[in-house]
């Protein structure tokens, strides 16, 4: 300012009294790879690029089909196909049900199942706020047919290249802070072991995010032989980047579907033909069912299609179990979306060092396995793979609950917990931003100064929230930065200003152990 003195005056010169602020980073963005209806805005194509929604209306303006006019009936954005299969006996497994004395399995055409729509309807029922969508793709073409009794549900359309092309789409976004892939469990055994690996490895070198998986056969497990689905899922995850996953088991039933959204089209194709036999048996004819069906299959009635649909579900018994028997297949979802949720609730309200585990889930009904506490110890800690799988279970007078909060990384006393992981992650990244302001200043000890300042009002806000332990800041974090303390003389010549950072992250108390014991009777 010197230099600008020309004329005999009064000058101020302001400076600065406080410190620079830190921007924490956000901790709760998912990214959702995976098929949705359509991916056009505005006439421009976003196939493969990742795209940040605040809301579902969002989700809706770019990657849903747009509702023709009324009074024409919304359009569908997903239309998944059941057939009904008979049977003389019982079967042996699945969903069934018993229509006139003949048993029909209710079995998914496997092609037509995908679920990245609806578990993003799951994610802002849950709490979601901002996250990024990758689409892979456009729904492909049905099979034509139903899947068979008791086989792995694959579709075939899920392909592992469009995935992982997904996937790769997110190293230029440092911003989500989960990668989801609903649709991974759709692949077969090896494809999905392929993908999880992948995702590991991108979060892991990006030490950005982390992976949430959900487990191949948990939409359908045997009461006796899931344990195989356990132990597939632990083969197929490698071992790297195991400290940035978490899986979660099983799948949930849920009620993000509604009964509107499912009718006769979605039965056989829309073949309305292979239907009526089943809910109007020749032996004994319905009139009122056989003039709504003869409407629809002449294409003589002037109603819409839920409008039918509405009238046979008046008209049939039948064919209400059928509609109700779908709709309940098609709610089956893999948790992955509502637990991103969930975490997002948790991160808002508390923190992300709060361990995202006893709450609930919105627009569950139930779980597809209900596992008890000897059954979830096995999932919890694993000896020889030491991966661990966190359950969902249900709890008389509860309700349904996420009862664990573990990474992959069971057996690491550093990165067991999800909560400590994410923690670690929102302050190296939160530091990372904070610390480039310092690029290409002066190495000199006021320049170490500075950031050791930065970073101590950083770490000193996170202790007074919670995030760290300690009954003062000194018992929660430490921040050294100089020479001779993290530096050598070398150091500074090659250009390395180096920070050292010590926190003490706070852990959940995952198992509280009561001591009981009796104590004689005395007089007072």
Request: glycine share 8%.
């Amino acid at each position: 300012m010197i230099n600008n003195m020309q004329t005999p005056g009064v000058y101020i010169n302001e400076l600065n009294s406080f410190p620079n602020s830190v921007t924490p980073v956000p901790t709760a963005v998912p990214a959702f790879i995976g098929y949705t209806p359509q991916a056009v805005f505005n006439g421009k194509s976003y196939l493969n690029t990742p795209v940040k929604i605040s809301s579902f209306a969002d989700f809706q303006a770019f990657f849903c089909f747009p509702d023709p006019p009324a009074p024409a009936s919304p359009a569908k954005q997903y239309s998944p196909q059941y057939y009904l299969v008979p049977s003389v006996t019982v079967p042996a497994s699945g969903d069934y049900l018993n229509i006139n004395g003949t048993y029909y399995s209710v079995l998914p055409d496997p092609n037509t199942i995908y679920y990245l729509y609806n578990s993003v309807r799951l994610f802002y029922q849950n709490g979601g706020g901002d996250a990024y969508i990758v689409s892979v793709g456009t729904y492909g073409p049905a099979s034509g047919k139903a899947m068979t009794l008791s086989a792995p549900l694959v579709n075939a359309n899920v392909k592992l290249a469009e995935l992982q092309t997904g996937l790769a789409a997110l190293k230029s976004k440092p911003e989500p802070t989960m990668y989801i892939c609903p649709e991974a469990t759709l692949l077969s055994l090896a494809d999905n072991g392929k993908l999880m690996q992948s995702m590991l490895q991108q979060s892991s070198s990006m030490e950005t995010s982390v992976s949430i998986f959900d487990i191949v056969g948990g939409n359908a497990p045997d009461p006796i032989n899931y344990t195989n689905d356990i132990q597939n899922f632990r083969n197929n995850t490698g071992t790297t980047g195991l400290n940035y996953g978490a899986a979660y088991y099983p799948f949930v039933q849920t009620a993000v579907m509604r009964s509107s959204e499912m009718d006769y089209t979605n039965l056989f194709g829309g073949d309305v033909s292979k239907l009526a036999p089943i809910i109007n048996p020749a032996a004994s004819p319905d009139p009122t069912t056989a003039k709504i069906l003869s409407g629809i299959q002449n294409n003589t009635s002037t109603a819409t299609v839920q409008q039918n649909n509405n009238s046979l579900i008046a008209a049939n018994v039948s064919y209400a179990r059928i509609m109700k028997h779908i709709l309940a297949d098609a709610n089956v979802l893999p948790p992955s979306g509502g637990i991103a949720g969930v975490i997002t609730t948790v991160d808002t309200a508390r923190g992300s060092w709060v361990a995202p585990a006893n709450v609930s889930m919105n627009s569950l009904t139930d779980v597809t396995i209900n596992l008890n506490s000897e059954q979830q110890s096995a999932l919890n800690v694993d000896a020889i793979t030491g991966k661990s799988i966190n359950a969902i279970r249900s709890f008389v007078g509860k309700g349904i609950l996420i009862w664990g909060a573990r990474t992959l990384d069971g057996n690491s006393q550093d990165w067991r917990y999800l909560n400590v992981r994410r923690t670690a992650i929102y302050i190296e990244q939160t530091a990372k931003l904070a610390l480039k302001q310092f690029v290409f200043e002066p190495n000199t000890s006021t320049t170490w100064i500075s950031a050791t300042s930065l970073m101590n009002n950083f770490l000193t806000g996170l202790w007074k929230q919670g995030g760290l332990q300690g009954a003062k800041p000194a018992e929660a974090f430490n921040v050294r930065c100089g020479l001779g303390s993290t530096m050598t003389a070398n150091d500074i010549l090659n250009g390395y200003m180096i920070m050292s950072i010590m926190v003490a992250i706070t852990r959940p108390a995952e198992f509280i152990v009561i001591d009981l014991t009796q104590k004689m009777a005395v007089s007072k």
